[in-house]
């Protein structure tokens, strides 16, 4: 069984930064892809970015293209989600999640984490 927990979420201005990881524990997710996704009140889970289990393939929304960074530590079990020049609409809860096929549907990942808030202010 996988564990995920994500971290790093908070408030945040507009044009803003932060960090988000995603702790793995119980096995290694080394050979499972990881995923982003974010949910805003009243809205569906949406797609944020993917990655391989290798780290040579990422995927991303529009939304977080040229904004928005994925990237994993293979031997920290830990997956990352930088987000830079943060917007307010970007405020959301996000999830990472894991599962050993690449993809950019929620319905397609087996683990999930709790989720971290981000909250973006004008």
């Known amino acids: 069984q996988v564990r995920l927990v994500e971290s790093g979420g908070g408030l945040v201005q507009a044009g803003g930064s932060l960090r988000l990881s995603c702790a793995a524990s119980?096995?290694?997710?080394?050979?499972?892809?990881m995923g982003w996704f974010r949910q805003a009140p009243g809205e569906e889970r949406e797609f944020v970015a993917a990655?391989?289990?290798?780290?040579?393939?990422?995927y991303y929304a529009d939304s977080a293209k040229g904004r928005f960074t994925i990237s994993r530590d293979n031997p920290k079990n830990t997956g990352y989600l930088q987000m830079n020049n943060l917007k307010p609409e970007d405020t959301a809860a996000y999830y990472c999640?894991?599962?050993?096929?690449?993809?950019?549907?929620?319905?397609?990942?087996?683990?999930w984490g709790q989720g971290t808030q981000v909250t973006v202010s004008s």
């Open positions: 990655i391989n289990w290798s780290g040579s393939q990422t």
């Open positions: 999640a894991a599962e050993p096929g690449l993809s950019v549907s929620p319905r397609e990942y087996r683990y």
């Open positions: 119980g096995r290694s997710i080394s050979s499972h892809a």
